[in-house]
């Protein structure tokens, strides 16, 4: 039989205090005011940044703004943010991105990306999904040298068109990624 010391009574008091207060949902928290006023900023830039993105908006049932991701690696990587889903104009649900990648890589960034959901079924598909990865089926716009966004005409037939911007830092190398949204309560 043991006997509980006091040390160790303290001890399990204080792992046990620390595992359930990593267990908080963040109820009563300023964590969804936070995360929508750096989507409004984020979306600001990028409408004001790249114009045509507006036609994207404007075509699409819903979008998901991550203000800011993070990325570092060293041969084995990953990558953490937070954000938001706005169906017309609307917050509907708050979301995490983790990111992983593995391959000859070194450095650290941060970039904002936003996905457009093109059609009703890809942004239901997203929605109803335990935590939705990317990969096929969705098409990348990226920024040219003069700053204008290409989007060339299949593109805009794409369920789901992701747009990256406001890339900072410096990341070397060729990876194999994934990216995985999950949805939270902030």
């Given at each position: 039989?043991?006997?509980?010391?006091?040390?160790?009574?303290?001890?399990t008091?204080?792992?046990?205090?620390?595992?359930?207060?990593a267990?908080g949902?963040?109820?009563?928290?300023?964590g969804?005011?936070?995360?929508d006023?750096r989507?409004?900023?984020?979306?600001?830039?990028?409408?004001?940044?790249?114009?045509?993105?507006?036609d994207?908006?404007?075509?699409?049932?819903?979008?998901?703004?991550?203000?800011?991701?993070?990325?570092a690696?060293?041969?084995f990587?990953g990558?953490y943010?937070?954000g938001?889903?706005?169906?017309?104009d609307?917050t509907?649900d708050y979301?995490?991105?983790?990111?992983?990648?593995?391959?000859?890589?070194?450095?650290?960034?941060?970039?904002?990306?936003?996905?457009?959901?093109?059609?009703?079924?890809?942004?239901?598909?997203?929605?109803?999904?335990?935590?939705?990865?990317?990969?096929?089926?969705?098409e990348?716009?990226?920024?040219?040298e003069?700053?204008?966004?290409?989007?060339?005409?299949?593109?805009?037939?794409a369920?789901v068109?992701?747009?990256?911007f406001?890339q900072?830092?410096?990341?070397?190398g060729?990876t194999?990624?994934?990216?995985?949204?999950?949805?939270i309560i902030?």
């Amino acid at each position: 039989m043991n006997n509980l010391t006091r040390r160790g009574f303290a001890l399990t008091g204080l792992a046990a205090a620390g595992m359930t207060a990593a267990c908080g949902n963040g109820i009563g928290s300023n964590g969804a005011n936070e995360i929508d006023a750096r989507v409004d900023t984020t979306l600001n830039y990028l409408y004001n940044e790249y114009p045509n993105t507006r036609d994207l908006r404007d075509k699409s049932t819903g979008i998901l703004v991550m203000p800011l991701i993070t990325e570092a690696g060293l041969g084995f990587g990953g990558g953490y943010g937070r954000g938001a889903l706005r169906v017309n104009d609307v917050t509907v649900d708050y979301y995490s991105a983790t990111k992983g990648s593995v391959g000859l890589q070194f450095g650290a960034q941060q970039h904002a990306h936003v996905l457009f959901f093109m059609t009703e079924g890809a942004l239901s598909e997203f929605r109803r999904s335990n935590g939705w990865a990317a990969g096929a089926g969705v098409e990348y716009v990226v920024a040219n040298e003069g700053g204008d966004l290409s989007a060339e005409t299949t593109n805009l037939l794409a369920p789901v068109i992701a747009v990256v911007f406001g890339q900072a830092g410096l990341k070397i190398g060729a990876t194999l990624e994934g990216i995985k949204y999950t949805r939270i309560i902030p």
